[in-house]
């Protein structure tokens, strides 16, 4: 766990390290970077100093001149414990490092994380995914046994009651990110549970068709770092408007000025850092 520079949210917990490159959104994932630097710096060090670090060996590898995920994840259980032993409420991004719904994640390893989700309810949970249909589908069949702060999460039921703490959200870069991930998020949605869209990159302008599929955030920025692709500001603009007329909490991320990142951009004179959820001190 870290202190996060993601401007909406505050820590990053990462329980499942490794991915794959699935979509235009991947193409220049700055985890995989990270993941690779971690690695480096794990096997600088002696095999009893590494420490989380050992987890992301394996993870990435070089092809040419860029670095790649391999496809292999790791699952860093003994970070578990970092939400449970914190009292403070705080908003958790889950993950930074890899996707909770990769294939290769297990319905076990995603019950110890939700698990996790309802012991701590003095915690906020963001989950966001590529790969919503996965999502979709362990939701569908999510169920609790147990009582109070002993319940655990098992699958083969047929849905429980949503957490009020916990954000689903999707990732949509273009118009056919929204083809391929608005409807199963937008059946989660239906089921109650609090949902969003992170359009970052955002890499063409894009209808969300809010009417059809109703969201409760929705975030937006342009691609920054190393190869950034380029951004249109309209494009924002655009989702804004949408956000309006829908009355849907908008937060603008970034633009990029050149090779400068700006956070928190102003848009037509106003700054959009709108966020539905309950203030949680720093």
Request: proline fraction near 5%; hydrophobic fraction near 35%; aromatic fraction near 12%.
């Amino acid at each position: 766990m870290s202190e996060s520079k993601i401007e909406w949210t505050e820590q990053t917990w990462n329980v499942i390290l490794g991915c794959d490159k699935i979509s235009a959104g991947c193409q220049n994932c700055y985890a995989i970077q990270q993941a690779y630097r971690n690695n480096a710096m794990a096997q600088s060090l002696e095999p009893s100093k590494r420490g989380r670090l050992a987890y992301y060996e394996g993870l990435t590898e070089k092809r040419g001149n860029r670095t790649e995920w391999t496809g292999k994840i790791a699952f860093v259980e003994e970070a578990l414990e970092i939400p449970l032993k914190r009292k403070k409420p705080t908003i958790y991004f889950v993950n930074s490092m890899g996707d909770l719904f990769h294939e290769d994640v297990t319905d076990e390893m995603l019950n110890k994380i939700f698990t996790v989700f309802r012991r701590t309810p003095q915690h906020t949970y963001q989950v966001l995914t590529k790969r919503p249909d996965r999502m979709r589908e362990y939701i569908r069949t999510l169920s609790w046994v147990g009582r109070h702060e002993g319940y655990e999460a098992y699958q083969g039921g047929e849905g429980s009651r949503p957490l009020d703490n916990v954000w689903l959200g999707t990732s949509i870069e273009n118009q056919k990110a929204v083809i391929d991930r608005a409807h199963p998020l937008s059946l989660i949605n239906q089921k109650g549970w609090n949902t969003f869209y992170s359009c970052e990159p955002l890499l063409e302008e894009i209808d969300l068709d809010l009417a059809f599929f109703p969201v409760d955030w929705v975030i937006c920025g342009a691609e920054s770092g190393h190869g950034a692709r380029p951004f249109d500001e309209d494009w924002a603009r655009c989702l804004r408007d949408q956000c309006v007329a829908f009355n849907v909490p908008f937060f603008y991320k970034q633009k990029m000025v050149g090779s400068k990142k700006i956070s928190l951009p102003e848009l037509d004179g106003k700054s959009w850092s709108q966020s539905p959820m309950e203030a949680i001190a720093s």
